[in-house]
C-alpha cells in the first residue's frame, strides 16, 4: 500500500508561483508513473501533469503546458509540481496519484493510489 501526502498548497497572487510536493510512504515509488490532477468546485476532476518512473518522459495538459514543471525524486520517494505564471483558473485541490503499471497515462482508472490533495487559490 502506497500513501501519498501533498503540500505546498496556498494562496498566491496571478503571475505568481507555487511548488507543489507529494510524499509517499509505505513502498517506494521508484518504479510508478506518478501523475497531478486537479478539481475545482462544480467541476470533473482533471489530468495535469504526468511522469515516467525513470523521469525521462513528462506529459502535460495543454492548459498548463509551459507554465508547469512535473519532476521526481525518486532518493526522496517524492514529486514535485512547480507552478509559474499562475491564473485564476488554476485555483483547485491539486491531487497526486501513483500508477504502478507505469502507463503514463491521462486517465484517472488508471492511477491506484491518491493523496487528499491541497488546495491552491489564485487570486486575480
Known sequence: QVQLVE???????????????????????SS?????????????R???????WT?????YADSVKGRFTISRDNAKNTVYLQMNSLKPEDTAVYC?????????GVA?????YWGQGTQVTVSS
Do not use: H
Open 7 to 29: 503540500s505546498g498548497g496556498g494562496l498566491v497572487q496571478a503571475g505568481g508561483s507555487l511548488r507543489l510536493s507529494c510524499a509517499a510512504s509505505g513502498r517506494t515509488i
Open 32 to 44: 510508478y508513473a506518478m501523475g497531478w490532477f486537479r478539481q475545482a468546485p462544480g467541476k470533473e
Open 46 to 52: 482533471e489530468f495535469v501533469a504526468a511522469i515516467s
Open 55 to 59: 523521469g525521462l518522459i513528462t506529459y
Open 96 to 104: 497526486c496519484a501513483a500508477d504502478p503499471k507505469s502507463s503514463l
Open 108 to 112: 484517472t482508472m488508471l492511477y491506484d
